[in-house]
């Protein structure tokens, strides 16, 4: 008589479930499992403690254990047909890959990686240092992620490594945490200055920028500013005042299709610019400078004349055959004395 057996596929999903309930509550965090027969594309549903109290927010997670779910560096799940689910459940939705061979879990927002993946069969994601699935990181980076906080606890050394890392993922956790914790320390700024200087455009985020005017400040900026110390500030001044032409050139190739407004990233370019004492004349040798792209010179055109409005047009006027942008910026000049950006 053949007794039934236990298949190890079992085995390894409640290595997996088990691994993540002993992160979630040695994290002082309750683990709410969702036993398999009632399982519909979510395992457990994790409520976060934070300093010993409830913070009321909840998160459904779905769980995959095995090699199986580790393809060629990547984590894998697979969607089957829980897409719709996964993307209309009330709470927010995240997936836990387990990886036997790594003793290593990794975890993925499904909700999100739903609307950049929306027509494939898996979500597929790099396990990275910036979402490992341990007790130190749920408790510095997982937890203020689902809280929309910055993750915190991170030594420089450690935020300094990751900022250097060749993965976004982990450089811009990195960038984060210098920002939010070491923003005292003379270093951070070197760094900052650097990584603007060395990075492709195309790989420096968005809010790098807006973590620059912190230093010269704007109207816009609301938080953030609590670890800049008056030292600090002045050394960063002090960097900000050795940029060259190419600095300039970098800081408006850095401005995107929302151009400069409250609230864009060119508001935080041009309060850059603005508060560097040399800018304009630099800012000329870009609008003369034929050998720049036109958007360039039409950006730096529009920072020029809002500075210095009457005095602008000399350096502009020459300029009007090739940019309906700056004749129009010349005719606002003429007509109302000045350009408005905000």
């Known amino acids: 008589m053949d007794l039934p057996k236990y298949s190890k596929i079992n085995v390894t ?36 403690i934070k300093d010993e109290r409830p913070t009321g927010r909840m998160v459904a ?15 894998v799940i697979p969607i089957e047909n829980h897409k719709k689910y996964w993307k209309n459940h009330p709470l927010p939705m995240f997936g836990i890959v387990y990886v036997p061979s790594l003793d290593c879990a990794y975890w993925v ?37 689902v809280l ?8 420089l050394d450690d935020a ?57 400040w704007h109207q816009d900026i609301w938080g953030g500013h609590d670890k800049i110390t008056s030292e600090s500030r002045e050394y960063a001044k002090s960097l900000f005042a050795s940029f060259e032409k190419a600095d300039f050139v970098k800081l408006l190739q850095l401005i995107d299709d929302d151009g400069i407004a409250r609230g864009t990233v060119g508001q935080s370019i ?10 304009m004349d630099y800012l000329a040798e870009i609008i003369k400078d034929a050998n720049l792209p036109l958007e360039i010179r039409e950006r730096a055109s529009l920072i020029y004349a809002y500075k210095l409005r009457k005095a602008s047009l000399s350096i502009l006027e020459p300029m009007v055959t090739e940019s309906d942008v700056v004749a129009l910026i010349i005719q606002n000049i003429k007509q109302y004395g000045s350009v408005s950006l905000y």
């Not at 683990?31 to 009632?38: D, K, S, T």
């Not at 910036?130 to 992620?145: C, G, I, L, S």
Request: include cysteine.
């Open 13 to 48: 999903s409640k290595t997996g479930v088990n691994r993540v309930r002993t992160v979630v509550e040695t994290s002082n965090s309750i683990f709410h499992e969702i036993h398999q027969e009632n399982d519909i594309g979510v395992d457990a549903i994790i409520e976060l």
């Open 109 to 145: 927002d499904i909700k999100k990686q739903l609307l950049n993946q929306s027509d494939s069969s898996s979500i597929k994601f790099d396990p990275t240092k910036a979402n490992t699935f341990n007790k130190q990181d749920f408790e510095r980076v997982f937890v203020p992620h």
């Open 61 to 75: 997670i779905q769980i995959k254990s095995g090699e199986s779910f580790y393809v060629s560096g990547k984590c």
């Open 270 to 279: 041009e309060t850059i610019i603005s508060s560097i004492q040399k800018s």
């Open 160 to 216: 300094l490594e990751l900022f250097h890392s060749e993965c976004y993922d982990e450089s811009f956790l990195g960038l984060l945490v210098l920002f939010r914790e070491h923003t005292d320390n003379n270093l951070t700024w070197d760094e900052f200055i650097n990584y603007l200087r060395d990075r492709h455009v195309n790989d420096i985020p968005k809010m790098f920028p807006y973590i620059l005017a912190h230093i010269p």
């Open 148 to 155: 929309e906080e910055i993750p915190r606890g991170f030594s």
